[in-house]
């Protein structure tokens, strides 16, 4: 029995993505995946508190146990979908919904979704916490994820790998060392500035940011931000991409402004491929921007030398492969071996990630 369920709440607070993964073979197989969307209280709470300057505990832990709560109903469901019960799964690998990430060397970084919680009600093995140790061994505890890029989309040509979620992050796989880090923002502005001013969850396949006129002025403005130009290790996360940090201009029309900030998505990746990336090859996009088409043509007109595609090519549906990473990430716990990558974190060393809450 090789299977896991992976789960994953990402910093656009849109939902939780469930997956079962079947590692018996050299390819992960994924066997069913399912994504429970949060209600628009439920993001906007999120959100709020991943942004709050201060929040109260009985707010925090409440929080907590509703995420823990909503991670059984996405196992419930996920293993429903599949014809599968709680025995045929050997633990579940669980991200949790991030509260709080600050980089090396103050870091910290905390994700709520109490695994004990999780353990209990869903009668299954939770791998959970699976950033504190390596930020513990000096690292940025993120990402995590190119340590599972590595491991099943490793090339002997020069290939990169992009998730673009509320934040992006690079994979740069290397035969010898990979790197990867956060690039900056992903779609969080964008979804952001949707919900604030025009009562959507997002710019559906960049259609208005399409009918806009990036502002240069604005654009150059943003990308002096210092953290485009940070050597890595580096990773950020909502507390710093948010648009309380990146002024806009009232007198542009909100088409403009999106144009803009997705120009900002476009451009600040182009930055990081430029200073850490490989000068040509294929870059394979995962994370729910891959759907918006206009920032995949903005992409492709920034990177005219590199072959932008989709990891589902490879075999990785995009939707998907956070929640697989974390099932791996568990599978990796439970087998004794190490989850993240030195060269990516910053970290001492190769360390075993994650806690484990038993079921039994
Ligand atoms: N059809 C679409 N058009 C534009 N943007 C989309 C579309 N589908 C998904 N997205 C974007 O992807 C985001 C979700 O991506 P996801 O990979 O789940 O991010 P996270 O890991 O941060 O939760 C949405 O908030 C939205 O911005
Ligand atoms: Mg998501």
Redesign the pocket.
Known sequence: MTKYIGL????????M?AVIVDFSSDHPTLIAAHGCAYSARERSQLREAALADSLALDTIMQLDRDIAARSVEAIQQVLDQAGLGVDDIIAVGSHGHTLRHRSAPAGYSWQIGDPSWIAEHAGITCVADFRRRDIAANGEGAPLLPAFHQAVLNSTTPRMIL?????GNLTVLREQQSLGFDTGP???L??DYCQQHLNM??????ERARQGRVNNRLLGQWLRDPYFRQPTPKSTGREHFNLKHFSLDASLSHDDILATLTELTAASVGLAVEQHGHGAGELLV????V???Y?MQRLQQRLPGHAIGNTADFGIDP?WM?AMGFAWLAYQTLQGRPGNLPAVTGALGERILGGIFLAS
């Open positions: 994953m709440s990402g910093t656009s607070a849109d939902g993505d998730n673009l979620g509320g934040i992903g779609n969080a964008m979804d969850a997002c710019d559906l396949n960049g995962c994370g729910g921007g759907h918006n088409g920032l939707d956070e």
